[in-house]
């Protein structure tokens, strides 16, 4: 979704220290595109599956598809899935069939499922604890503030965006104080929720470090030490 081609990106991402990268596909067309992009930069990894809002009239066939993408190496996670209903862009029942169906295919090929949920925590939640007891979950663009202990009760990975700089976001600084260090991530959610240093411009991955500085100034540690604790989290959960 960002602007600038996949290899500028991918080059400033690499200037400003990164080594890893995920991309996202989300519908069809950019699964494909994602696994392109992985396959021709080998520091990029995929996530592949239907975003809740596109998920209309999700079925056997669309999950075979997220089935098939998955088989690939460059591979790492399914997702994003989960329910959406601030926006609302697909039927909640279509949303709660393709989640159910992505988070017991996440089960059944052993990798961990990415969730997007919004305005939906108490369904998203209580999906999760029915349906992903053997999957590692990965919540995407942490804003579950207030469920920061159920998370951590069920070991899900908290990753925080860079909505977590702006200054009014306390909650989601409460939580980034809270949350155990194994179980933290970091993210970009390119090119959208630009930290506060660029904010209101299109986010990209090497504005990540801003994010990992703040977080690591909120949890009173040095960036470096922040960063050693994404990157084995991030290892050990993708396998990259």
């Not at 209101?200 to 801003?210: D, F, G, L, Q």
Request: glycine share 6%; net charge negative; aromatic share 6%.
């Amino acid at each position: 979704m960002c602007e600038p081609p996949p290899a500028e990106l991918v080059a400033r991402a690499r200037a400003a220290g990164l080594t890893r990268l995920a991309t996202v596909g989300i519908d069809p067309a950019s699964v494909e595109r994602a696994l392109a992009i992985a396959r021709e930069h080998p520091e990029v990894f995929a996530i592949v599956g239907r975003h809740p809002n596109e998920a209309a009239g999700f079925g056997p066939a669309d999950l075979a598809f997220v089935e098939r993408a998955a088989a690939a190496a460059e591979v790492r996670a399914i997702g994003e899935t989960g329910l959406d209903y601030y926006r609302d862009a697909a039927p909640r029942a279509d949303q709660r069939r393709a989640f159910e169906m992505q988070v017991d295919l996440a089960a059944r090929l052993g990798l961990p499922v990415v969730i997007h949920t919004r305005a939906a925590e108490e369904d998203t939640f209580a999906i999760l604890r029915e349906r992903a007891a053997d999957v590692q979950v990965i919540l995407h663009c942490f804003t579950a503030g207030g469920r920061v202990a159920e998370a951590v009760e069920h070991g899900y990975m908290c990753s925080f965006a860079g909505n977590v700089t702006y200054p009014k976001a306390t909650d989601l600084h409460e939580a980034a104080r809270a949350l155990p260090t194994e179980l933290l991530l970091v993210e970009t959610d390119s090119p959208f929720l630009s930290p506060q240093p660029v904010r209101r411009r299109p986010n990209e991955p090497a504005n990540v470090v801003s994010t990992a500085e703040w977080v690591a100034e909120l949890r009173g540690v040095t960036y470096a030490e922040l960063e050693a604790t994404v990157e084995g989290n991030a290892r050990r959960v993708l396998g990259w």
